[in-house]
T-cell receptor
Framework: KNEVEQSPQNLTAQEGEFITINCSYSVGISALHWLQQHPGGGIVSLFMLSSGKKKHGRLIATINIQEKHSSLHITASHPRDSAVYICACQGSGSRLTFGEGTQLTVNP | DAGVIQSPRHEVTEMGQEVTLRCKPISGHNSLFWYRQTMMRGLELLIYFNNNVPIDDSGMPEDRFSAKMPNASFSTLKIQPSEPRDSAVYFC????????????FGAGSRLTVL
């Protein structure tokens, strides 16, 4: 069992739909990161959170420390949101443990 | 700031050759990370530096890999000799410091070893 598990692995949605990507982890963490990797390969950090909820534009990330679970939500999805979304857990140091990623495709 | 700058963006080389990847972190960032991404293993941390000092190199696969950070604005990852299984995308990232800080990634260096 991986220390960080994401679901679903693949997700196809229609433009405008509300999207949820889940991340469950089995290790103690100091922070959880959500990353976005576009088809061109570049990686962008979307959120880093250790409790509660954060919002940036149409993106919302939540974390429940007790349940060791985080979700990334995208409201009013758009084809430009198509990317791989990666959850990464950070322990007491700076090492990140990565999930396998969720491939999101948003069709017009 | 131009972000984290990596070079080369693409490198194709033959097995046995030396490969050097370069990274310039964001000015003022004290932590620098080298990651490798492959289809089979996803993203893996190879090594990270804090204030130019290697802190955790447990992800470096073997002695063929070495990394240096001679100053706060430059780091190299060297593979000598290279092997086909080293083919991957190598990302450099930097952050303000150790602990829970947002990472900024470079565009990556795609290495193909024939």
């Amino acid at each position: 069992k991986n220390e960080v598990e994401q679901s679903p692995q693949n997700l196809t949605a229609q433009e405008g739909e509300f999207i949820t990507i889940n991340c469950s982890y089995s290790v103690g963490i100091s922070a959880l990161h959500w990353l976005q990797q576009h088809p061109g390969g570049g990686i962008v950090s979307l959120f880093m959170l250790s409790s509660g909820k954060k919002k940036h534009g149409r993106l919302i990330a939540t974390i429940n420390i007790q349940e060791k679970h985080s979700s990334l939500h995208i409201t009013a999805s758009h084809p430009r949101d198509s990317a791989v979304y990666i959850c990464a857990c950070q322990g007491s140091g700076s090492r990140l443990t990565f999930g396998e990623g969720t491939q999101l495709t948003v069709n017009p | 700031d131009a972000g984290v700058i990596q070079s080369p963006r693409h490198e194709v080389t033959e097995m046995g050759q030396e490969v050097t990847l370069r990274c310039k972190p964001i000015s003022g960032h004290n932590s620098l990370f080298w990651y490798r991404q492959t289809m089979m293993r996803g993203l893996e941390l190879l090594i990270y530096f804090n204030n130019n000092v290697p802190i955790d190199d447990s992800g470096m696969p073997e002695d063929r890999f070495s990394a240096k950070m001679p100053n706060a604005s430059f780091s190299t990852l060297k593979i000598q000799p290279s092997e086909p299984r080293d083919s991957a995308v190598y990302f450099c990232a930097s952050s303000l410091g150790p602990g829970a800080n947002v990472l900024t990634f470079g565009a990556g260096s795609r290495l193909t070893v024939l």
